[in-house]
């Protein structure tokens, strides 16, 4: 028997990396969960290639995926590695910079061939050199997995395909995670021989760390200190598909949905599409311009409507965006942004659809836009997208991006009473007046929400210059500034409505760093890092970006310096300069990647060592 | 329980109190006319019944009517009315679009609504020219026909509203013509008993841009020569006493022969209209019929049924509640693994 040491660790991340056909999204996925189990703060990172199955072994299908968990309470899935499980040598490649210097690399030492080094692009072997640097572990997982499923009717390819079960088994043992979750989702969803070489391979690689001398010390992580309450794990897009289905629920009305695939948010219509029965119809268009027309269609017969996209997409619905903006009907537009301009980089991040959410129709037209800042932060962004569109009766956008799309964390399960019920109210006839689409509530300037099948209120709307309160379709240039004037102020209203941005830190002092959307968490984690080095720093994260809280003037003359991090060229950055003549200094990365907190860190460092 | 009565209604009440801004003369105020006439026959409450159209002068049509009416973007009311559809199938929805908006723009949305099959109607105004745009060449115009952007005589080989929609599988099909009151009623009652999607062209002159381009079918002195007017279990058979002729298929291929007065046409080989083939070939050789060599059909080409969008997504969610019962929102976000933290 042998004796290992146990070491507690507060904070631990690891990526996993191999084919895009080798499972790691999978196998990341499943140790998220056990993870979560076990108490953590956890934040993750899958990064993928856009090809399904991209030539094997060669960089371009290396598909990886990022966990970071911890004891303490934490922000992203961490700038660097503590330890990296590559399948094989391209994975290896395109890794190995992200891993922290003496940091653990597991390989499957099988797929060192000199063909498979070849064609990952190295010209001589790493192994000796990697060893000097790191902890270098070779598992011949091809064999070992092998072995264990010795015996099962299985051809040699079905049992290759168990064998991140086996990686998996082993990084549970190694840090003390449970396989429960594992072996039910694994129960639930295979049968016979490959259930049992699933289950079989997963022991095996537990009982592998156990026994093997490659592993002399095995970890714990304490689990985090976290607010009382049920948890699950949760990714960006299954939120905003659980927001969706929600709002129908706390506004009483039945959702549609009107979509045209495409990554990365198809999965919000794939989840949305499961959930029938709350009532919920979900229709796949012949494209998106026909997903936002649909969808404006079930506004007018109404139904709470949402239509959702990627960049691209977005673009294609944006000139029936402006007709709702005419008509003023309440619909949702989500756009999970992805790396532009044109196809792009479709499973990469970006925020570059920011202005093209608020100006990117023609003319002047005014539409509210708002971000989530977390996965978790999605479910509730989209039931207040829903609830603005209806007291407003305007289109409002949602902007995700893709980094919130596929991350997950540990998200607590909101009590559904508090997600506050707003049932939707339509118009019905009011005695023997005249019915008029344009009459307005005075304080919201919303319009009624009258809908056909309501006798007395026939009357028709349309995108032509309109007259306010009739419908009647007018020319004259008084009206049409009138009208102009009116959608603008309808909007600029919402400011009135929504709660005055917060800032964390101090109320005032040297440098704020503003942000917006997804890249919370790294602005987080570095302005903390900053503080608990003493800094004075500090933070404000934006949801809405149009209209802004009524107080963001005032909040960032309070400070010095103000600092704008976005994965774009610095568009909030333009628009806070634009609008508030205050000396916003934008820090733009657009690498299809999230911020690292290192990356804030420096620029913060740079800005507080700027003298002026 | 029985049904709330439907109050009897007039041509009047369904008349807008927008005045109608076509130019003098446009087939749309026959058309516009005659919907309003058939709409108080078809039983259906007006606060029922929406009209949607997309942009050209035919989308126009919606601001006249006295029912529920959105005029949307261009090419794209067949997507806006799957979506009303869709939402409240107990609507009666109209589309209305032209020959630029529906086969140019719209040419998509209109194949995917037809092959979806909502229980719609879409009103194909064709007058084989751009009009709002002030005259250039549309998707149906002749070929070499002259217009302001094809001065030189256009070099699009037009298309045919109803092979199009007979390809994208249409369960109802048909032609008419603006002018012709009784015809056009009579269609536009059809095609709203049709369960499914109808599509019907009216042909339509453009008195601005396209004068008389339909002049044969619609003055009633040729129209005998000129129309094969389609009645179901009837001969194809057209022209005057002295001058009958029919429509034989000769291998698949449709040619006129002359027919004398005493003939029986059925005997002759004459081919005996079926609205109800299965396949498309029938339709499809009907659709073929043109000027100069053949008469144009007017009346309905095809009925057959098929089953709904609108009922079968209804069914799902139906069926869905009936499995699972009616969603919990909480049962949602418990679901899967959880954890408690104390």
Redesign the interface.
């Known amino acids: 028997m042998i004796t290992k040491s146990i070491l507690k660790l507060d904070d631990v991340a690891i990526r996993f990396a191999g084919d895009s056909g080798d499972g790691m999204q999978l196998t990341g996925t499943k140790f998220t ?1 056990e993870t ?2 076990a ?1 953590n703060d956890l934040s993750t990172y899958p990064d993928f290639p856009a090809e399904i199955r991209a030539p094997a072994g060669t960089m371009a299908g290396v598909s990886g995926y990022q966990i970071h968990f911890s004891s303490r309470d934490i922000h992203t899935p961490a700038d660097t590695v503590d330890l990296l499980v590559a399948f094989n040598p391209a994975a290896l490649r395109a890794n190995m910079e992200d891993v922290r210097s003496q940091g653990m690399v597991i390989i499957n030492s099988d797929s060192f061939t000199k063909k498979s080094l070849t064609r990952a692009g190295y010209s001589e072997d790493p192994r000796v050199d990697l060893a000097t640097r790191y902890n270098l572990v070779e598992v011949p997982l091809t064999s070992l997995n092998r072995e264990a499923l010795h015996g099962l009717s299985l051809t040699q390819r079905e049992m290759d395909r168990c064998k991140n079960f086996f990686a998996l088994g082993l990084l549970c043992w190694l840090y003390g995670r449970s396989m429960n ?1 594992t072996e039910r989702w694994l129960s639930g969803k295979f049968k016979g021989d490959v259930l049992e070489g699933n289950l079989r391979t997963l022991k095996a690689g537990h009982a592998f760390g156990e026994t093997t001398e490659l592993f002399p010390t095995h970890y714990t992580v304490p ?1 985090a200190k ?8 949760i990714t960006g897009n299954t939120a905003l598909a ?1 927001g969706i ?2 709002a129908g ?1 706390q506004m009483n009305n ?1 959702v ?1 949905l ?1 979509a045209y695939p495409i990554t990365p948010a198809s999965e919000v219509l794939h989840e949305v599409a499961r ?7 979900t ?1 796949q ?3 998106e ?2 997903a936002a ?11 709470l ?1 949402v239509t959702i996209s990627s960049g691209p997409g977005f673009i294609l619905k944006q ?2 965006i402006g ?1 709702a903006v005419m ?1 003023e009907l309440p619909l949702v537009a989500i756009n999970v942004q992805r790396a532009g301009p044109a196809t792009g980089s479709p499973t990469k991040t970006e925020q570059g659809d920011l202005l093209a959410s608020i100006f990117g129709r023609h003319s002047q037209s005014p539409v509210p836009v708002l971000a989530p800042s977390t996965p978790g932060d999605c479910f509730h962004t989209v039931i207040e997208a829903f609830k603005m569109a209806v007291e407003f009766m305007t289109p409002v956008i949602v902007l995700s991006d893709g980094y919130l799309a596929n991350s997950a964390e540990p998200w607590k ?2 009590d ?1 009473e508090s997600l506050g019920r707003q049932p939707v109210v339509f118009a019905t006839q009011d005695g023997d007046s005249k019915f008029q689409p344009y009459s307005r509530v005075p304080e919201t300037l919303a319009r009624p929400w009258a ?14 210059t309109k007259e306010d309160v009739t419908g ?2 007018v020319y004259g240039a008084e009206n049409h500034q009138h009208m102009v004037n009116l959608r603008a102020e309808k909007i600029a209203r919402i400011a009135n409505s929504i709660p005055p941005a917060e800032v964390e830190g101090p109320d005032s002092g040297e440098l704020l760093v503003i942000g917006w959307g997804g890249t919370r968490g790294a602005i987080v984690a570095a302005v903390e890092e900053c503080t608990e080095n003493g800094q004075e720093v500090s933070q404000v994260h934006l949801r809405h970006l149009n209209p802004f809280p009524g107080n963001i003037g005032e909040l960032l003359g309070r400070f010095e310096k103000v600092l704008c991090p976005e994965l774009n060229e610095g568009q909030l950055a333009m628009l806070l300069r634009a609008r508030y003549l205050i000396d916003v200094q934008s820090f733009s990365k657009i690498s299809g990647q999230p911020f690292k907190v290192g990356e804030i860190v420096d620029q913060i460092q740079k800005i507080l060592n700027t003298k002026d | 329980m029985a049904a709330d009565p439907v109050p009897k209604l007039t041509r009047k009440d369904f008349v807008a109190d927008q005045d109608v801004r076509w130019c003098p003369g446009c087939g749309d105020y026959s058309i516009l006319a005659n919907v309003q006439r058939v709409m108080p026959e078809l039983g259906v409450p007006r606060e029922n019944i929406v009209f949607i159209s997309g942009i050209g002068c035919s989308s126009r049509f919606p601001y006249y009517m006295n029912t529920y009416g959105f005029h949307t973007i261009h090419g794209r009311a067949p997507a806006f009315a799957t979506g009303a559809k869709a939402a409240n199938p107990d609507l009666s929805v109209w589309v209305v679009t032209g020959d630029g908006d529906g086969l140019s723009i719209g040419g998509n949305h209109l194949l995917h609504a037809i092959r979806r099959n909502l229980d719609v109607q879409i009103l194909l105004f064709n007058n084989r020219v751009y009009g709002l745009t002030k005259g250039q060449y549309s998707p149906t115009s002749e070929l070499g026909m002259q217009t302001k952007s094809s001065p030189h005589g256009s070099i699009d080989h037009p298309i045919d509203p109803i092979s199009f929609a007979l390809g994208c599988g249409a369960t109802f099909v048909a032609r008419t013509i603006d002018v012709d009151a009784p015809h056009l009623q009579q269609v536009l009652r059809r095609a709203h008993q049709h369960k499914g999607t109808s599509f019907v062209e009216i042909l339509q002159n453009c008195p601005v841009f396209n004068d008389g381009v339909f002049s044969e079918v619609e003055d009633r002195k040729t129209r005998s020569e000129t129309a094969l007017v389609l009645e179901h279990g009837k001969p194809l058979t057209f022209g005057s006493a002295g001058q009958l002729k029919g429509i034989v298929l000769d291998h698949g291929v449709p040619k006129v022969i002359n027919l004398r007065d005493e003939d029986d046409p059925v005997e002759r080989g004459v081919v005996v209209h079926d609205e109800s083939h299965q396949t498309r070939s029938y339709a499809s050789a009907l659709a073929t019929l043109k000027r100069p060599d053949f008469p144009v059909p007017v009346g309905v080409i095809r009925e057959v049924e098929k089953a709904c969008y609108e009922d079968m997504l209804q069914d799902q969610v139906n069926h869905a509640i009936e499995t699972n019962g009616p969603g919990d929102l909480n049962t949602l976000l418990h679901s899967g693994d959880t954890w408690e933290v104390s």
């Open positions: 969960d979560a189990l108490g979750a689990s976290i607010e009382a309450g049920t948890y699950r794990n659980w289905v929600a629920e039945p549609f009107g959930h029938r029965h709350f009532g919920v119809k229709f268009a012949e494209d311009i026909a027309s649909a969808t404006i269609g079930a506004a007018f017969a109404g139904q409507a000139e029936a007709l008509v399960i909101p559904v809908i056909p099948g309501t006798p007395g209120l026939e009357h028709r709307i349309g995108g032509l009647n379709i």
